[in-house]
């Protein structure tokens, strides 16, 4: 997988604990970021589909068949 480069900055509490959190255990900060960004991501895909299912039930979001998607696109199954 490719990587990129991001620049920002943090809290001088959180940066002080992440710095504490990789030397305890022997990783590098990069890792302890990437590990805590995938567990956040995580996370939020059940508050995002929680979310869904809610607007889809109050009618606030429509909902359409696959074969009626797919005949719209002109694709066949």
């Not at 809290?11 to 022997?26: F, I, M, Q, S, W």
């Amino acid at each position: 997988m490719a990587t990129v480069k991001k620049l920002f900055s943090l809290d001088e509490r959180l940066a002080k604990e992440l710095e504490l959190v990789a030397k305890a255990l022997h990783k590098p900060q990069k890792e302890i970021v990437e590990s805590a960004l995938d567990f956040y991501f995580d996370y939020t895909d059940g508050i995002v589909a929680d979310k869904i299912t809610r607007e889809v039930h109050e009618g606030k979001m429509k909902v359409y068949d696959s074969r009626d998607v797919y005949e719209e696109l002109g694709i066949e199954l």
